[in-house]
């Protein structure tokens, strides 16, 4: 009887190592490659002289959001400053439209501040080594 309890709590043990060794971790995540862009259903009407933040990286996500921390879809043209959050060295962040253009260093990470006047147009963001797959897009409103 004492070999059956110890051959059951073996492999309890073995069955519990081998769970554990499914599970993943947050990490596997950032290598995984994912398309990130703007939706048209959502409308963020920012006044002018806001704040918007900008992140990309650490994987393979690209964004600009409003101060709520939702996407940017739609802003009314005027002054902005964006607080670029560049997580990854391997990517950059690169905004351009009606007379902005302007972008991080692929090869740096940090935080960088840039102050902007928009105005009315279409505006594009990209991380430029995988713009196919890292970009975005918004409209700015007369």
Not at 31 to 40: G, I, L, Q, R, V
Not at 57 to 69: M, T
Not at 108 to 130: I, K, N, R
Request: aromatic share 6%; with cysteine.
């Amino acid at each position: 009887m004492t070999r059956t309890r110890i051959g059951f709590v073996v492999g309890l043990a073995l069955l519990a190592l081998a769970l554990a060794g499914c599970g993943g971790s947050d990490n596997e995540s950032s290598s995984t490659t994912t398309e990130t862009t703007t939706s048209t259903d959502t409308t963020t009407t920012a006044a002018s002289g806001t704040t918007l933040s900008a992140s990309v990286g650490p994987g393979f996500d690209i964004s600009l959001k409003d101060a709520d921390g939702a996407d940017v879809t739609t802003l009314p043209a005027g002054s902005y400053t964006i607080n670029v959050d560049d997580q990854s060295d391997i990517h950059n962040f690169h905004l351009s439209g009606p007379g902005v253009d302007v972008a991080t260093e692929v090869g740096t990470t940090g935080m960088t501040t840039w102050d902007v006047t928009l105005e009315a147009g279409s505006y594009h963001f990209q991380c430029d080594p995988h713009s196919s797959q890292m970009n975005g897009d918004f409209e700015v409103t007369g």
